[in-house]
Protein backbone atom coordinates (compact mmCIF):
# COMPACT_ATOMS: atom_id res chain seq x y z
CA UNK A 1 0.00 0.00 0.00
CA UNK A 2 0.91 3.72 -1.18
CA UNK A 3 1.99 6.31 1.65
CA UNK A 4 -0.38 8.49 -0.13
CA UNK A 5 -3.02 5.62 -0.01
CA UNK A 6 -2.31 4.98 3.94
CA UNK A 7 -3.12 8.40 4.70
CA UNK A 8 -6.53 8.75 2.84
CA UNK A 9 -7.47 5.90 4.39
CA UNK A 10 -6.07 7.60 8.10
CA UNK A 11 -6.87 11.31 7.35
CA UNK A 12 -9.91 11.24 9.17
CA UNK A 13 -8.24 10.07 12.25
CA UNK A 14 -4.66 11.68 11.80
CA UNK A 15 -4.91 14.56 14.44
CA UNK A 16 -5.88 12.17 16.77
CA UNK A 17 -2.90 9.49 16.38
CA UNK A 18 0.09 12.32 17.31
CA UNK A 19 -2.39 14.70 19.85
CA UNK A 20 -0.39 14.19 23.11
CA UNK A 21 2.91 15.23 20.87
CA UNK A 22 1.01 18.45 19.20
CA UNK A 23 0.00 19.22 22.66
CA UNK A 24 3.38 18.69 24.62
CA UNK A 25 6.11 19.62 21.67
CA UNK A 26 5.06 20.42 18.17
CA UNK A 27 2.67 23.36 17.97
CA UNK A 28 5.48 24.95 20.12
CA UNK A 29 8.26 24.16 17.36
CA UNK A 30 5.59 24.72 14.62
CA UNK A 31 5.47 28.59 16.03
CA UNK A 32 8.93 29.43 16.84
CA UNK A 33 10.33 27.44 13.47
CA UNK A 34 7.65 29.46 11.12
CA UNK A 35 6.15 32.41 12.52
CA UNK A 36 8.80 34.70 11.23
CA UNK A 37 8.77 33.34 7.65
CA UNK A 38 8.80 36.37 4.53
CA UNK A 39 8.43 35.95 0.49
CA UNK A 40 7.32 33.11 -0.95
CA UNK A 41 7.26 29.45 0.98
CA UNK A 42 7.09 26.16 -0.35
CA UNK A 43 5.78 23.56 2.30
CA UNK A 44 6.16 19.83 1.07
CA UNK A 45 3.80 17.61 2.84
CA UNK A 46 1.26 19.55 4.29
CA UNK A 47 -0.74 17.08 5.68
CA UNK A 48 -4.19 18.40 7.37
CA UNK A 49 -2.72 21.69 7.44
CA UNK A 50 -1.64 22.30 11.10
CA UNK A 51 1.21 24.67 10.25
CA UNK A 52 -0.65 27.18 8.21
CA UNK A 53 -2.10 29.46 11.02
CA UNK A 54 1.22 29.87 12.37
CA UNK A 55 2.75 32.12 8.46
CA UNK A 56 2.36 35.62 8.68
CA UNK A 57 -0.21 36.38 6.15
CA UNK A 58 2.30 38.52 4.49
CA UNK A 59 3.83 35.21 3.18
CA UNK A 60 2.58 33.18 0.31
CA UNK A 61 2.72 29.99 1.10
CA UNK A 62 2.29 26.84 -1.21
CA UNK A 63 1.15 23.82 0.62
CA UNK A 64 1.55 20.29 -1.47
CA UNK A 65 0.49 16.66 -0.38
CA UNK A 66 0.49 13.23 -2.18
CA UNK A 67 -2.98 12.30 0.15
CA UNK A 68 -6.27 13.87 -1.58
CA UNK A 69 -7.73 12.80 2.36
CA UNK A 70 -5.03 15.05 3.82
CA UNK A 71 -5.18 18.06 1.61
CA UNK A 72 -9.41 18.16 2.24
CA UNK A 73 -8.49 18.62 6.04
CA UNK A 74 -5.87 21.37 5.52
CA UNK A 75 -8.23 23.22 3.04
CA UNK A 76 -10.93 23.21 5.76
CA UNK A 77 -8.30 25.34 8.10
CA UNK A 78 -7.03 27.66 4.86
CA UNK A 79 -10.30 28.53 4.30
CA UNK A 80 -10.08 32.78 4.66
CA UNK A 81 -6.54 32.62 4.11
CA UNK A 82 -5.81 34.40 0.99
CA UNK A 83 -2.13 33.88 1.24
CA UNK A 84 -2.37 29.82 1.28
CA UNK A 85 -2.38 27.73 -2.24
CA UNK A 86 -2.85 23.93 -1.52
CA UNK A 87 -1.92 21.45 -4.81
CA UNK A 88 -1.97 17.66 -4.91
CA UNK A 89 1.80 17.05 -6.21
CA UNK A 90 4.42 14.42 -5.53
CA UNK A 91 7.72 15.69 -3.35
CA UNK A 92 10.00 13.53 -5.70
CA UNK A 93 8.53 15.45 -9.20
CA UNK A 94 8.16 18.82 -8.05
CA UNK A 95 6.06 20.80 -10.62
CA UNK A 96 7.37 24.35 -9.93
CA UNK A 97 10.57 26.15 -12.15
CA UNK A 98 13.39 25.78 -10.77
CA UNK A 99 14.47 28.69 -7.86
CA UNK A 100 11.38 29.70 -7.01
CA UNK A 101 10.84 29.88 -3.17
CA UNK A 102 12.35 31.85 -0.69
CA UNK A 103 12.07 28.94 1.93
CA UNK A 104 10.95 25.50 2.03
CA UNK A 105 9.60 23.68 4.82
CA UNK A 106 9.15 20.13 5.80
CA UNK A 107 7.67 19.20 9.47
CA UNK A 108 7.64 15.67 10.54
CA UNK A 109 7.41 14.36 6.55
CA UNK A 110 10.88 13.58 5.35
CA UNK A 111 10.13 10.39 7.24
CA UNK A 112 7.44 9.28 5.17
CA UNK A 113 8.63 9.80 1.66
CA UNK A 114 9.48 7.04 -0.57
CA UNK A 115 12.80 8.50 -1.45
CA UNK A 116 14.16 11.25 0.56
CA UNK A 117 17.04 11.79 -1.16
CA UNK A 118 15.33 12.49 -4.55
CA UNK A 119 12.34 14.63 -2.61
CA UNK A 120 15.29 16.67 -1.44
CA UNK A 121 17.16 17.08 -4.27
CA UNK A 122 13.73 18.41 -5.80
CA UNK A 123 13.22 20.54 -2.86
CA UNK A 124 16.60 22.35 -3.92
CA UNK A 125 16.19 22.52 -7.11
CA UNK A 126 13.35 24.75 -6.32
CA UNK A 127 14.82 26.95 -3.47
CA UNK A 128 16.07 30.21 -4.47
CA UNK A 129 20.40 30.16 -3.53
CA UNK A 130 19.69 32.73 -1.30
CA UNK A 131 16.99 30.57 0.42
CA UNK A 132 16.98 28.19 3.47
CA UNK A 133 15.45 25.01 4.36
CA UNK A 134 13.67 24.23 7.35
CA UNK A 135 13.08 21.13 8.90
CA UNK A 136 11.20 19.84 11.89
CA UNK A 137 11.50 16.25 11.80
CA UNK A 138 12.32 12.52 13.79
CA UNK A 139 15.71 11.04 12.90
CA UNK A 140 17.84 7.97 14.27
CA UNK A 141 19.73 8.66 17.30
CA UNK A 142 22.97 8.28 18.32
CA UNK A 143 21.74 6.87 21.41
CA UNK A 144 22.11 3.56 20.64
CA UNK A 145 19.73 2.77 23.06
CA UNK A 146 17.16 4.86 21.46
CA UNK A 147 18.21 3.74 18.32
CA UNK A 148 17.16 0.40 19.01
CA UNK A 149 13.83 1.38 20.45
CA UNK A 150 13.50 3.39 16.82
CA UNK A 151 14.61 -0.45 15.49
CA UNK A 152 11.92 -1.92 17.02
CA UNK A 153 9.36 0.22 16.26
CA UNK A 154 10.23 0.86 12.80
CA UNK A 155 8.48 -2.21 11.02
CA UNK A 156 4.67 -0.84 12.81
CA UNK A 157 5.20 2.82 12.26
CA UNK A 158 5.79 1.38 8.22
CA UNK A 159 3.10 -0.59 8.11
CA UNK A 160 0.61 2.36 9.87
CA UNK A 161 1.53 5.35 8.63
CA UNK A 162 4.53 4.45 5.72
CA UNK A 163 6.92 6.39 8.54
CA UNK A 164 10.57 5.29 9.06
CA UNK A 165 12.04 5.96 12.10
CA UNK A 166 15.60 5.35 11.50
CA UNK A 167 16.22 7.84 8.28
CA UNK A 168 19.59 9.51 8.70
CA UNK A 169 18.28 12.71 7.76
CA UNK A 170 20.85 14.82 8.19
CA UNK A 171 23.28 12.47 6.01
CA UNK A 172 20.58 12.87 3.43
CA UNK A 173 20.26 16.65 3.42
CA UNK A 174 24.02 16.88 2.96
CA UNK A 175 24.09 13.99 0.51
CA UNK A 176 21.12 16.06 -1.36
CA UNK A 177 23.24 19.07 -1.63
CA UNK A 178 22.45 21.25 1.58
CA UNK A 179 24.69 23.38 3.66
CA UNK A 180 23.62 22.78 7.22
CA UNK A 181 23.51 25.91 9.33
CA UNK A 182 21.94 24.27 12.56
CA UNK A 183 21.03 20.80 13.62
CA UNK A 184 19.30 21.82 17.27
CA UNK A 185 17.90 18.77 19.33
CA UNK A 186 14.49 19.35 20.71
CA UNK A 187 13.48 16.32 22.68
CA UNK A 188 14.60 12.47 23.85
CA UNK A 189 18.02 13.23 23.26
CA UNK A 190 18.48 13.90 19.05
CA UNK A 191 15.03 11.98 17.91
CA UNK A 192 13.60 15.54 17.22
CA UNK A 193 15.63 18.37 15.52
CA UNK A 194 14.72 21.60 14.03
CA UNK A 195 17.24 21.78 11.21
CA UNK A 196 18.23 24.72 8.80
CA UNK A 197 20.42 24.46 5.91
CA UNK A 198 20.78 26.55 2.67
CA UNK A 199 21.30 25.43 -0.68
Not at 21 to 47: C, D, I, M, Q
Request: aromatic content about 10%.
Amino acid sequence: MSAATKYNRISPIYELIDLPLEFLFFRRWRKEALSGLSGTVLEVGVGTGRNLKYYPSSSLVTGIDNSEGMLEKAREKAGGMQNITLLLMDAEHLEFPDKSFDYVVTTFVLCTIPDPLKALKEMRRVLKPSGEMINLEHVRSSNSLIALFEDLINPGLFFLLGDHTTRHTLKNLEEAGFIIQEAKKLAFKDVFRKIRSKP
